[in-house]
């Protein structure tokens, strides 16, 4: 099985901040890697995929990079709305695995 | 308007059944491959099966390997779950979610189902 590991756990930013998470493969999964946001009490939202592709409609201040084993998520200027769990996931192969999350909270 | 609701959730004893559905609404259902998330109580998301748009290829994680069933009915824009056996670490906020296409990751989600599995 593929292990995600995301660091890191918890992160704690102002809004405006320049924030940045990052998630390990433990083997290459080339570029089959997607980034959701998780709110209480909401159904995660999709907001990259394949490594740096934004979904539509997510807004243009979060942005993916990194291929193989390394990647990184990141929120340019961190609003208000941003603040909530964010995870990765791979989809190179089963069984499908998640990172274990990074909570971003208000500083 | 995508929607995935999901039902059946509820508080079963350890060695107990349970069904949970995911009714769809707002995309052409039998063309999608569909997927169950889990997620247990201060964890992360595990993947839990999926299949196939027209059922003929499931992949489920090995934990629940014997014991789950992921199954649909595309007259009935609807996915399944068959819980058997289950065990006080099943116990999870169960989603339901639709892939984008030809690619194993998920678009969109359902609001979730709890599934209490306690005595």
């Known amino acids: 099985d593929i292990q995600m590991t995301q660091s890191p756990s918890t992160l704690s930013a102002s809004v405006g901040d320049r924030v940045t998470i990052t998630c390990r493969a433990s083997?290459?999964?080339?570029?089959?890697l997607a980034w959701y946001q998780r709110k209480p009490g909401k159904a995660p939202k999709l907001l990259i995929y394949k490594a740096s592709s934004l979904e539509s409609g997510v807004p243009s201040r979060f942005s993916g990079s990194g291929s193989g084993t390394e990647f990184t998520l990141t929120i340019s200027s961190l609003q208000p709305d941003d603040f909530a769990t964010y995870y990765c996931?791979?989809?190179?192969?089963?069984?499908?695995?998640f990172g274990g999350g990074t909570k971003v909270e208000i500083k | 308007e995508v929607q995935l609701v999901e039902s059946g959730g509820g508080l079963v004893q350890p060695g107990g059944s349970l069904r949970l559905s995911c009714a769809a609404s707002g995309f052409t259902f039998n063309t999608y491959w569909m997927t169950w998330v889990r997620q247990a109580p201060g964890k992360g998301l595990e993947w839990v099966a999926n299949m196939k748009h027209d059922g003929s290829e499931t992949h489920c994680v090995d934990s629940v390997k014997g014991r789950f069933t992921i199954s649909r009915d595309n007259a009935k824009n609807s996915l399944y779950l068959q819980m058997n056996s289950l065990r006080a670490e099943d116990t999870a906020v169960y989603y339901c979610a639709k892939d984008a296409g030809n690619y194993r990751y998920f678009d969109y989600w359902g609001q979730g189902t709890l599934v209490t599995v306690s005595s």
């Open positions: 083997q290459s999964i080339s570029s089959w």
């Open positions: 996931q791979q989809y190179h192969s089963y069984p499908l695995t």
